[in-house]
């Protein structure tokens, strides 16, 4: 699978992909990053990229010029990315949407916004799909864009060293995850739950639902709500 992004300002998100599980993943080839950067494809003679909203108003946005000649330039090169764009305004995005991106799509192309926007003709000509990773407002679409690629990168075979890990996870099921705990079994004078020291795991099982149970219940009442309905 391969995810591009469209930023001005791809040096923020390179270090991103370099560490960890993900730059691991890269190297071992479960899935590639690439970046494309509109200022590029400006046709401006001082190289710009925003202008003022023709309506008024604080502030520029990004011009239609160069990000739709990088957008056509993508297309034309694979005709099947599935363009997203991270907007303030988008659908959230959840679980099942970094599932489902990771199942039916090839090539995901995130278009990542910066000053106070995108000119909206961009949106409706290349948009596949607008999703926000919720009800704040970013400086801009880099972020959003890594948090969308990160949670979907998660669910491509390989990227995770044990895929079980995934099936156990809070949003899989109606119920967050449990409290987790490592060694030492005191830290501090806190000790863990006992009972998960004594290998019962029909027990240590039911428990973890009651916990999950409850922290569902303080945190996201509204998840088993739903689940209800
Ligand atoms: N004027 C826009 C509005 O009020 O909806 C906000 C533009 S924001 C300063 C610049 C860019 O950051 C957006 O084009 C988008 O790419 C990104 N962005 C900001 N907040 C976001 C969010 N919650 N989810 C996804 N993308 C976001």
Known sequence: MRFTFVTLFPELLKGYFEASILGRAIERGSFAVDFCNPRAFTEDKFNRVDAPMVS???????????????????????????????????????????????????????????????????IERFADECLSIGDY???????????????????????????????????????????????????????????????????ISDLKKQMALCKTQYFRPEIIKKAEA
């Open 137 to 203: 407002v970013l400086t801009g679409g880099e972020l959003a864009a890594a948090v969308m690629c990160d949670a979907t990168a998660r669910h491509i075979e390989g990227v995770l060293g044990n895929s079980d890990s995934l099936h156990e996870e809070s949003f899989e099921s109606t119920l967050l995850e449990a409290p987790a705990f490592t060694k030492p079994v005191t830290f501090r004078g806190s000790a863990v739950v006992s009972e998960f020291l004594k290998g019962n795991h029909s027990k």
């Open 56 to 122: 008024g108003g604080a502030g520029m946005l990004m011009t239609p010029q160069p990000l739709y000649d990088t957008l056509q330039h993508i297309l034309d090169e694979d005709p099947e990315a599935h363009i997203v764009f991270p907007l303030p305004v988008g659908k959230p995005f959840v679980q099942n949407d970094a599932k489902r991106h990771a199942k039916q799509y090839r090539h995901i192309v995130y278009v990542c916004g910066r000053y106070e926007g995108i000119d909206e003709r961009v």
